[in-house]
């Protein structure tokens, strides 16, 4: 029953001691469990960023090993283009060479390199100075050498000169460059 | 749910202040779910809380946060009506400045809604949750005796006295005596007194037998035939049977204190309030009067035998003292109301 005139007031057992107390072990839990978290969340990110380097890592190596086949290409490339520069060379060198050949009394209207051989036509005065002057030299590098003579409208002769070499000497010299 | 648990983890302490004349009383008592643990008092020289006092229930009330601050209500602006109708309130007292309770859905008590306010503000550094009528306290006190016949109940204070008449649970009157107010009343109920007791010192001092008229009729005389009357057994059994013979063995084994000089008048000035009081509930018409033929008192001070005997021989009333310790039944209360 109640006799008393007043209602008592609300009883808690939340203190200012005890407030205080909870306020603090609340905050130190906060820290604690935020510092969980962001160590939780920093873990997860460093193995996220593990495999994205591993995975950007393997992207490299496959771009190093691509690359590495790249450069062995173009090393390659440049091998097959240093040697046909020097084939170039060689060739400008012996076309060259070859135009020393031909004597001012000759002149030549047309050249045909082949893989084997030179083809070439013009016009000479007579057969000697071709004979002496041009086919003797012509002799001296090539193995085979037919030349065709047939007259010009001016008194000269045409010609053609066809030179081979033999094939296996011709191998052999590739293979000695 | 949780407060539940914190509630049954911690004791409870009750701290109950009772106000006196010039002095405060400060009872605490721990209890838990098992009863009470512990129990201290101390008294202040102070009616305001102070410093020392204010310490004193600290130091108990930090052990634990469930304390409750009883305090037993001390205003001259209260008291008791025997109705707790609101319609029939009006008829005994204007309410409209009171709280008020209704008791049992008997009988209700009041006091002064400033006289509350007042209390608050006094122990606002403790707070308080409680504050109960001395009304209430001596209902509790006599629970056992005022379900029974009509009787007169007192709880004497230093400086209160809080007086109810009971029949068969039922409030006829109640009244709250305050005894530093009623000094003036007092002085007045002496001086008659005095006045009265001059006129017995004239008639002791002899009989005129010259103002006697021999040859009066004896008409005064023929009264003398009620003496057999009273006489007769059967008056007599029913005088002896409102008698409370086990209140009376109770009693016997309280030795009452012989009056000095203080006491003698205090309880003088006791006996005037009581018998004041009485004559107003035999006078007043809105109560329900009957001869009144027990007295039942709370004693919480040490009454002395001179007021027993004023009451016995002044107001022909049987007369049964208790002694209480009021700062013991607020602390019932206060578990009353928690359930405890």
Sequence with gaps: MKYSYIKPRKKTPFTTDVQLILTFFSITLIMLLTTYAFLLFKDYSFSKERKELVKSRLALEKNIEDMDNKIAYIKKQKEVAQKVHTQNMVLKDSIANLFDLVPERITLSRAELLKNGLILYGVTPNKDVYNFMLQAPLRSIFQKTYTSFYPAQNGWLQFVSTNYINEDENEELNSEN | ?340
């Design chain 2, 1 to 340: 749910m949780f407060a539940k648990i914190f509630e049954a983890l911690y004791r409870k302490v009750l701290v109950n202040i009772v106000v006196k004349r010039a002095s405060t009383l400060v009872y605490i008592e721990m209890t838990s779910k098992k009863g009470a643990v512990d129990n201290v008092q101390s008294e202040f020289e102070t009616t305001k809380p102070d410093e020392k006092m204010l310490d004193f229930i600290t130091t108990y009330t930090k052990e634990s946060p469930y304390y409750y601050i009883s305090i037993l209500d001390m205003s001259s602006l209260q008291g008791a009506l025997p109705t707790c109708s609101k319609n029939r309130l009006s008829y005994y007292y204007d309410l409209s400045n009171c709280e008020y309770k209704c008791y049992d859905g008997k009988w209700t008590y009041y006091t002064a809604k400033t006289e509350l306010y007042e209390i608050e503000k006094t122990y606002k550094e403790t707070g308080v949750d409680f504050i109960f009528s001395p009304f209430v306290v001596l209902a509790n006190f006599f629970k056992d005796k005022i379900g029974g016949s009509l009787a007169l109940y007192a709880l004497v204070q230093d400086s209160f006295i809080s007086i109810a008449v009971f029949e068969e649970g039922k409030l006829l009157y109640a009244e709250h005596l305050d005894m530093e107010t009623s000094n003036e009343v007092d002085d007045i109920l002496l001086s008659n007194d005095m006045e009265e007791e001059n006129l017995d010192l004239e008639l002791d001092s002899g009989i005129d037998l010259e103002s006697v008229d021999v040859d009066d009729d004896g008409s005064e005389l023929d009264d003398l035939g009620d003496i057999e009357d009273l006489d007769s057994l059967e008056e007599l059994d029913e005088f002896d049977d409102s008698k409370d013979a086990e209140e009376e063995l109770l009693e016997s084994e309280d030795v009452l204190d012989e009056a000095d000089e203080g006491s003698f008048n205090e309880d003088y000035q006791r006996f005037s309030l009581i018998q004041t009081s009485i004559a107003h509930y035999y006078k007043d018409d809105r109560y329900e009067s009957t001869f009144l033929e027990n007295m039942y008192i709370a004693d919480a001070v040490g009454v002395s035998k001179d007021l027993k005997k004023y009451l016995e021989e002044e107001m022909f009333l049987n007369v049964y003292i208790r002694k209480t310790e009021i700062d013991a039944e607020v602390c019932e209360l206060a578990k009353e109301e928690l359930g405890l």
